[in-house]
Each structure stands twice: as structure tokens, then as C-alpha cells.
């Protein structure tokens, strides 16, 4: 990872993601306000199952480092009531798939006016740490870890909302989360060089949409 300086973001990898809330909240004080890109809510009980990816955002409101967090990409078959359940009672803001449209369905916000919607929720009045997790299974078509979703967002819609997202929130870090290669394919062949290009191209866009851009 790239230290957090005047012009760059921090840049952070996990692997599986089961110690996400411990790695954003590590050699941190300061209050978070989390955007994700990831079809799962990752705010589980703390008691299932002890820590695990699945419940890194409900560890930083636990131990009292999340302020504000947001999620965009949920799928409703993926998703528990309890969880959701959960978002609601600690306000956090949240979109399904289902609510956004791609094609400009009538009634739906399109998926820009969401993100623009995502990152006025985690306006705050300064003095906060800002960051944006993407999730690899947010996206369709890529191997993961553990949860791949039936329904995600193409490669394209990814890069533009972690764009749009950088413009905007200015955040201190980019976390990219759950992409692992199939071991049986070469690194640099078939699917694997595909998945390592793409979050190639999520790290050089959020570096130059950070670069230059003072951190308040």
C-alpha cells in the first residue's frame, strides 16, 4: 500500500477480506465514512460466525470508527433481513440493484443519480476519514472469493462510479476487496490477466482522481 500523503490515497488489498473492518480501522482514530461498490451489505451480527468479510462494517461501528457508510450494488437475494434489518436501525444508507436503472426505466434514479444520492449521504462536516471499498463481487463475470452474486455491475459501470465517487468524496483510501486468480490458470493468461488489468485500471483511476486534491 502508498502512504496516505497531500496528493495520493492510500491503496489497500485483501485477498478474502476477513479482517476488512480491522484493516481500514487500523492506526486510526478518527471517525469513517465508507462508501462500497459490492452486491453485499458486509454488516452482519459480530456473533455469527466470529470475524469474517461478511461483517467488517458492523466491526467498525462496533468498536465506534464508522460515522457514515453507504453501500451500492445490493442484490435482494443475497441479503438477509436481519442484516438489512441492521443497516436501517444505524442509518446507513443503502441501493439495490433493483431500485437503479441502466436502461432509464421510468420510476428508477439511474445508476449516476445514485452515486451522486451514495455520496451526498456521507457528507459530513469535516474532520472525518473518507474511503471506498470495492468489492470484486460487485462486478460481473470475475472470480472472487467467497460470494459471487448472480446479478452485478459490467466492468465499465464499475470504473465509473469508483471515478465519479474519487471526484466527489475525495477519499483518503481505496480498498479493493475479494478478487483471488483461478489456480489453475497462469497469472498472466485468461481470466486472471483480466482480473489483474481490471484492478490495475480501479487503482490508476483513483489516483488520478486523487492527485493534486488537497484531503480536508
Same mark, same amino acid.
Given at each position: 500500500?502508498?502512504?496516505?500523503?497531500?496528493?495520493?490515497?492510500?491503496? @489497500? &488489498? !485483501?485477498?478474502?477480506?476477513?479482517?476488512?473492518?480491522?484493516?481500514?480501522? *487500523?492506526?486510526? %482514530? +478518527? #471517525?469513517?465514512?465508507?462508501?462500497?461498490?459490492?452486491?453485499?451489505?458486509?454488516?452482519?451480527?459480530?456473533?455469527?460466525?466470529?470475524?469474517?468479510?461478511?461483517?467488517?462494517?458492523?466491526?467498525?461501528?462496533?468498536?465506534?470508527?464508522?460515522?457514515?457508510?453507504?453501500? @451500492? &450494488? !445490493?442484490?435482494?437475494?443475497?441479503?438477509?433481513?436481519?442484516?438489512?434489518? *441492521?443497516?436501517? %436501525? +444505524? #442509518?446507513?444508507?443503502?441501493?439495490?440493484?433493483?431500485?437503479?436503472?441502466?436502461?432509464?426505466?421510468?420510476?428508477?434514479?439511474?445508476?449516476?443519480?445514485?452515486?451522486?444520492?451514495?455520496?451526498?449521504?456521507?457528507?459530513?462536516?469535516?474532520?472525518?476519514?473518507?474511503? @471506498?471499498?470495492?468489492?470484486?463481487?460487485?462486478?460481473?463475470?470475475?472470480?472472487?472469493?467467497?460470494?459471487?452474486? +448472480?446479478?452485478?455491475?459490467?466492468?465499465?459501470?464499475?470504473?465509473?462510479?469508483?471515478?465519479?465517487?474519487?471526484?466527489?468524496?475525495?477519499?483518503?483510501?481505496?480498498?479493493?476487496?475479494?478478487?483471488?486468480?483461478?489456480?489453475?490458470?497462469?497469472?498472466?493468461?485468461?481470466?486472471?490477466?483480466?482480473?489483474?488489468?481490471?484492478?490495475?485500471?480501479?487503482?490508476?483511476?483513483?489516483?488520478?482522481?486523487?492527485?493534486?486534491?488537497?484531503?480536508?
Amino acid at each position: 500500500s502508498s502512504g496516505i500523503n497531500a496528493e495520493y490515497g492510500d491503496i @489497500l &488489498g !485483501l485477498g478474502y477480506g476477513v479482517h476488512l473492518g480491522r484493516t481500514i480501522a *487500523r492506526g486510526t %482514530t +478518527t #471517525n469513517l465514512t465508507l462508501g462500497n461498490l459490492d452486491c453485499h451489505g458486509d454488516y452482519k451480527s459480530l456473533e455469527e460466525r466470529g470475524a469474517h468479510s461478511g461483517n467488517g462494517f458492523s466491526f467498525l461501528n462496533a468498536i465506534g470508527c464508522l460515522k457514515k457508510y453507504a453501500v @451500492l &450494488g !445490493l442484490t435482494p437475494y443475497e441479503n438477509r433481513e436481519a442484516m438489512m434489518e *441492521r443497516l436501517i %436501525t +444505524t #442509518n446507513c444508507w443503502y441501493r439495490f440493484l433493483d431500485d437503479i436503472t441502466v436502461i432509464g426505466a421510468t420510476g428508477r434514479p439511474t445508476l449516476y443519480q445514485t452515486v451522486v444520492d451514495m455520496t451526498r449521504a456521507l457528507e459530513t462536516d469535516g474532520g472525518e476519514v473518507p474511503g @471506498l471499498c470495492v468489492d470484486i463481487d460487485v462486478t460481473e463475470d470475475l472470480p472472487t472469493v467467497s460470494c459471487p452474486a +448472480t446479478l452485478g455491475l459490467t466492468r465499465l459501470q464499475v470504473h465509473e462510479l469508483t471515478q465519479e465517487f474519487t471526484r466527489y468524496n475525495k477519499p483518503f483510501f481505496l480498498l479493493i476487496a475479494e478478487g483471488m486468480p483461478d489456480p489453475h490458470t497462469p497469472l498472466n493468461e485468461g481470466v486472471n490477466r483480466t482480473l489483474g488489468k481490471y484492478q490495475s485500471t480501479l487503482v490508476s483511476c483513483f489516483l488520478t482522481n486523487c492527485i493534486s486534491v488537497p484531503h480536508i
